[in-house]
């Protein structure tokens, strides 16, 4: 049995150079809706969706036309149980820096309990131990399963598979656009 946990592709996303924290609410709302760059999907995670026995994907737009340029036929419906947790902000007119620095920040302070507009860290590690055991599930029934997910939700669906005996990459916190991370069911013991 195994899992494949992959990461979107990249959204096809430009914003301002420098933004204040209440604008972050603007950048974020551009780069849900941006399109994917579907041109830039690997050859070879086609072969490995065609292989897995099922495919599932987040809800969010960037997941479901992730799949899409997949082009495979084993999907399931999308699913927000597999969304990404999102970024926080601050509804401050200043200071003015770029969406980058901004992202870290606030990805920083979410990890440290900040959940200003999103969901906190404790109820997004509760959905990703659910993802987990829904995951589980689908390889135990189809003996193999791809998630195209995000970059976030994909690193707190990783830690609950390692919990449950699953063996996997460690970091997946700075892995690249169309990512794949195979996760397999480890030996009795291990």
Same mark, same amino acid.
């Given at each position: 049995?195994?899992?494949?946990?992959?990461?979107?592709?990249?959204?096809?996303?430009?914003?301002?150079?420098?933004?204040?924290?209440?604008?972050?609410?603007?950048?974020?709302?551009?780069?849900? #809706?941006?399109?994917?760059?579907?041109?830039?999907?690997?050859? +070879? %995670?086609?072969? $490995? /969706?065609?292989?897995? &026995?099922? *495919?599932?994907?987040?809800?969010?737009?960037?997941?479901?036309?992730?799949?899409?340029?997949?082009?495979?036929?084993?999907?399931?419906?999308?699913?927000?149980?597999?969304?990404?947790?999102?970024?926080?902000?601050?509804?401050?007119?200043?200071?003015?820096?770029?969406?980058?620095?901004?992202?870290?920040?606030?990805?920083?302070?979410?990890?440290?309990?900040?959940?200003?507009?999103?969901?906190?860290?404790? #109820?997004?590690?509760?959905?990703?131990?659910?993802?987990?055991? +829904? %995951?589980?599930? $689908? /390889?135990?029934?189809? &003996?193999? *399963?791809?998630?195209?997910?995000?970059?976030?939700?994909?690193?707190?669906?990783?830690?609950?598979?390692?919990?449950?005996?699953?063996?996997?990459?460690?970091?997946?916190?700075?892995?690249?656009?169309?990512?794949?991370?195979?996760?397999?069911?480890?030996?009795?013991?291990?």
């Amino acid at each position: 049995m195994q899992i494949i946990l992959v990461r979107h592709g990249r959204p096809e996303h430009s914003a301002a150079s420098w933004c204040t924290p209440a604008q972050m609410k603007g950048w974020l709302e551009r780069y849900n #809706e941006a399109d994917v760059a579907g041109h830039e999907v690997p050859d +070879r %995670l086609v072969s $490995l /969706a065609r292989s897995a &026995g099922a *495919v599932v994907c987040s809800s969010v737009a960037r997941c479901v036309q992730s799949r899409a340029f997949l082009d495979v036929d084993c999907c399931l419906q999308p699913d927000p149980l597999f969304a990404e947790a999102h970024l926080p902000y601050l509804d401050l007119p200043f200071p003015r820096l770029p969406p980058s620095l901004w992202r870290l920040l606030f990805r920083s302070a979410w990890f440290c309990g900040f959940a200003r507009h999103t969901e906190p860290i404790g #109820e997004s590690n509760k959905r990703a131990g659910a993802a987990a055991e +829904r %995951l589980i599930r $689908l /390889a135990e029934t189809h &003996g193999s *399963v791809l998630l195209m997910g995000h970059g976030i939700m994909n690193v707190l669906i990783a830690r609950q598979l390692r919990k449950r005996g699953w063996a996997g990459p460690l970091h997946l916190l700075m892995r690249g656009y169309w990512h794949a991370s195979v996760y397999r069911k480890g030996s009795p013991g291990r």
